[in-house]
């Protein structure tokens, strides 16, 4: 039971992992948009 129980969680870890390395261009451009966003905002003159 132990042992099946940590390989699902690295198998889970092992996916987080993964998702974070394929998702990064996709959170760099959200992080660029939101930036661009606030930066060139009316209300923040």
Known sequence: M???RI???ELF???F???LGECNW???FLLYEI???TRCSP???
């Open 35 to 37: 930036l661009l966003v």
């Open 17 to 19: 992992i993964w998702a």
């Open 7 to 9: 390989d699902i969680i």
């Open 43 to 45: 209300d923040r003159r």
């Open 2 to 4: 132990i042992f099946g």
């Open 13 to 15: 870890i092992w996916i």
């Open 26 to 28: 996709v959170y760099e």
